[in-house]
């Protein structure tokens, strides 16, 4: 009940009323015009309005959620789609797809055999179909290898689509292994010009000895990971000594006054304690300081001065981290500062590139307002994190100033949408972290364990499979790896592999 029910107006009028609020909703002074013509208030006609439309829509969600029937004949084509989708669309060994055909098509029983048979010959198709793919756009790409019952999986993934363009079981990961893998893919037109990794001597021998001119680059992803892993057992620690130090003080408080010997035993005990969680606490916040320095070093501007960061000064703050983390007298400390010390110059490479591209706009831009444009998109990114609050306010503020001092120096909105455009595109290709094949790692893990081992023939399905299905999140949302690099958009990945809808439908 709405408050047109406590007016004087007769049934027509409030229908009347509620429609006209509806249909001139984006009207500026409807809802004033209709108050003033039906004399009533202003929340009543906003009431009425809201009321109408809601049940309108409830009316035709209803409608639009409704199944229409669809009659299948399951013809042999359907089945064998059928199959091959279990198998790759969820993870799904063969005596799962057994038992699953049956529900979704009551009555229909396939052996276990023929259900092997129809994948074998999915797996065929696949195959050739990856073996046609020209892997000529890939330019930058990430290589990673993961373990299928102690063999490993080499893959590589393209950085710019996404697209998976290698996925190899091997009986070793060593240099000859992924040159051969690599071989493979440049034999249909893969030609790098950047390979991000981690520290794995295996993918570096194999990459130079393909690709000798692409630039090896170190993978930031990995080294933020080590560092949070220390990071929560230092943090454990010095909670677990601070708990140890309130567990010796309230016993302390259970002492007798008069037994002196226990109670100075116990001061003893807590004056050791509480050295410890010192200690503890100490080393914790020495660790958060180095670990703060090294995302600081791999940020492409100083976030204090506004200046574009080089290689060397990545080079110089990730060796000044990694002199504190070694000065740590913890587990972990001493290897993460090792790791640190050796990939230092990996790792700067991918600021390198970037500065030269920024530097290339000064001949358009003075470098002054490049530096700064560059400084508003690390504001944009940091105040999107999770930051506290006084944090979150003062970067927005400093936000605003930088846009504001931006456009006065250019003089107009449309250059400096332009500049901006153009900084955040670069920034989007600099690529310093695998994360691609870290997702693809994702997707590919519960196979893994569902399947107790892979072999290449399912590898090749998954491949095909994972290049042709339609990305549900992401910078890529929306579209498939083939039509990222090939731009052929893909209606049914089943029909490319030869599995196209059965013509039965009715």
């Given amino acids: 009940m709405t408050g047109l029910h406590r007016t004087p107006l007769t049934t027509s009028q409030k229908t009347q009323c509620a429609v006209k609020a509806l249909a001139g ?8 015009a209709i108050s003033r013509e039906f004399g009533i208030s202003r929340p009543t006609v906003y009431e009425a309005r809201n009321t109408v439309d809601e049940m309108l829509r409830e009316h035709f969600e209803q409608e639009e959620c409704a199944y ?24 799904n060994a063969i ?5 699953l055909l049956p529900i979704l098509y009551p009555g229909v029983r396939v052996s276990y055999g023929k259900i092997q048979s129809i994948l074998v010959q999915a797996e065929g198709r696949a195959k050739a179909f990856n073996g046609k793919a020209d892997l000529s756009p890939i330019k930058n790409s990430a290589l990673d290898e993961m373990f299928s019952q ?14 998976l363009f290698g996925l190899e079981l091997r009986e070793g990961r060593s240099g000859e292994d992924w040159a051969e893998v690599l071989a493979q893919a440049k034999a249909q037109g893969l030609d790098l010009s950047v390979v991000v990794k981690d520290a794995a001597k295996g993918i570096a021998t194999g990459v130079r000895t393909v690709f000798p001119e692409a630039e090896q680059r170190d993978d930031c992803f990995h080294v933020l990971y080590e560092l949070n892993k220390v990071r929560r057992q230092l943090e454990q620690r010095a909670y677990g000594a601070i708990g140890r130090e309130e567990d010796v003080e309230k016993a302390l408080g ?34 958060e300081a180095a670990s703060a320095q090294v995302r600081e070093a791999l940020a492409y501007v100083d976030l204090n001065t506004g200046e574009l960061r080089s290689a060397g000064q990545v080079q110089h703050l990730l060796a000044q981290a990694a002199q504190v983390l070694a000065g740590i007298d913890a587990p972990g400390c001493g290897k993460l500062a090792g790791y640190l010390t050796n990939r230092a110059p990996g790792l700067s490479l991918a600021t390198a590139a970037l500065n030269k591209q920024l530097r290339e706009l000064t001949t358009a831009y003075p470098e002054s307002v490049v530096s700064l444009a560059c400084l508003i998109w690390r504001l944009v ?3 999107k994190e999770r930051s506290a609050y006084c944090q979150r306010h003062e970067n927005q503020r400093l936000l605003a100033g930088a846009y504001a001092r931006l456009q006065a120096l250019l003089g107009s909105s449309s250059r400096t949408d332009t500049l901006l455009d153009t900084v955040k595109g670069l920034l989007g290709r600099r690529y310093r972290a695998s994360s691609a094949i870290e997702g693809f790692n994702a997707a590919l893990r519960p196979y893994l364990y569902v399947h107790k081992g ?53």
């Fill in 25 to 32: 909703q984006e009207v500026h002074g409807t809802i004033s």
């Fill in 254 to 287: 259970k002492i007798r006054a008069k037994d002196q010997t226990r109670r100075l035993r116990q001061k003893r005990k807590i004056a050791r304690t509480r050295g410890e969680c010192q200690q503890a606490i100490a080393r914790f916040d020495a660790f």
């Fill in 150 to 163: 102690g063999d490993p999986v080499l893959a590589g993934v393209d950085l710019a689509s996404g697209y």
């Fill in 68 to 91: 229409r029937p669809v009659l299948v004949e399951v013809d042999e084509a359907q089945l064998e789609r059928a199959v091959v989708a279990l198998r790759v669309e969820g993870v």
């Fill in 381 to 383: 990114s940091e105040c």
């Fill in 95 to 99: 005596r799962p797809i057994e038992g």
């Fill in 454 to 506: 892979v072999t290449q023939n399912f590898l090749e399905l998954f491949r095909a499979h994972y290049n042709l299905r339609t990305r549900r999140w992401g910078r890529h949302k929306g579209t498939s790896a083939h039509e990222c690099l090939t731009g052929i958009p893909v209606e049914d990945w089943l029909s490319l592999l030869g599995y196209p809808p059965s013509s039965t439908l009715h």
